[in-house]
């Protein structure tokens, strides 16, 4: 497996094959969105981590701060705190005040 890095997109391929993929994005000089991660299914969670740990290389070299919108990864520094490069004020992961998706209905409220 090899891990491939273009601007705002991490990706592990086997063989050509996407196996994990980690995707962010530059809001400005000194801070990055860690946006998604990506596992294909049946592979192993520690894909996930080798792309953080790269991610976390990266912003740490361009001296940024980041935010983070991935629930993997909130978790993921919630066990790894990492205080100097994750912005402070994060939207939590778990408990009443999570960020819950929108509900589709048939019966918009606008």
Known sequence: MALREEPGRLTILDDDRLMASLHYLTLSADSWVL?????????????????????????????????????????????????????????PVQGVTAVRPVALTAHPTE
């Open 35 to 91: 946006e998604q991660i990506f596992v294909r299914p049946n592979q192993p969670v520690s894909l996930a981590v080798e792309l953080i740990k790269r991610f976390t290389q990266l912003a740490t070299a361009a001296q940024v701060t980041i935010k983070l919108l991935d629930p993997y990864a909130k978790r993921y520094f919630a066990a790894h705190p990492a205080p100097t490069l994750v912005a402070a004020h994060q939207l």
